[in-house]
């Protein structure tokens, strides 16, 4: 199982600034042997993306998608219509998403189940904030997260769900988690999602870790045996310093 490394451009680059991106990395994809690439756009730049992809080892994914199929949805996009771009994974409940447009748990399963029935791969985002980590209550805002999406899921392959320990307050900070502490939610989400997925989706099941990764940091993350994956977001925009990551990850799991 190669790990997961991800670029997450939130609400960067134009569709230019997206295809000069790809023919740079593309020049690097052959030292990505070690590990699995993929990059999020924003939605206006998944055509060209896909397009500036073809032929590559790159994977393609979307930052989020609405539950519904179509209908009087003024701004969302449905997962069908992620699918027609190439789209094979969506990340699905980052925190930002969460925290400034309101998503809650119940509207993030749905979107689980609806990506799942369309053979997407969802990337489930997954953390705590500042406040509930200094209240010791990591664990159980995870469990609640987790609970909420996987309870009951019976749409698609659910062993292609991909969970991403995100804590919020190392998101954009420049303060990743400390390794142990990413190590013991990693393992902790492993415990939860094992209440709800079979043994052989748990296999499968990928937990990538998310805050401040860097090309400096991505090794410590990779060399730990619960985490099989980055979710990266300011390192990603660049594609000299994202290819230096991903080339970074798969060294440390080479190791
Ligand atoms: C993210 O966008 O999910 C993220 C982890 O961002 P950053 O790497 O910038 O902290």
Sequence with gaps: MKPLIAANWKMHKTVAEAEAFCRQIRQMEGQFSGVEVLICPPYTALAAVQKALQGSTIKLGAQNMFWAERGAFTGEIAPSMLRECG?????????????????????????????????????????????????????????????????????????????????????????????????????????????????????????????????????????????????VGGASLEAATFGRLALAAGEAVNR
């Design 87 to 231: 789209v094979e994974y969506v990340i699905l409940g980052h925190s930002e998403r969460r925290h400034i447009f309101g998503e809650d748990d119940s509207l993030i399963r749905k979107k689980l189940a609806a990506a799942l029935s369309h053979g997407l791969k969802p990337i489930l985002c997954v953390g705590e904030t500042e406040e509930e980590r200094e209240e010791a209550a990591t664990e159980r805002v995870l469990e609640q997260q987790l609970c909420a999406a996987l309870e009951g899921l019976d749409q698609g392959k659910p062993g292609e769900i991909v969970i991403a320990y995100e804590p919020v307050w190392a998101i954009g900070t420049g303060k990743a988690a400390v390794p142990a502490d990413a190590e013991n939610a990693a393992a902790w989400i492993r415990q939860v999602a094992a209440r709800y997925l079979p043994e052989e989706d748990m296999k499968a099941l990928r937990i990538q870790y998310g805050g401040s990764v860097t090309v400096d940091n991505i090794a410590e993350f990779m060399a730990l045996p619960t985490i099989q994956g980055a979710l």
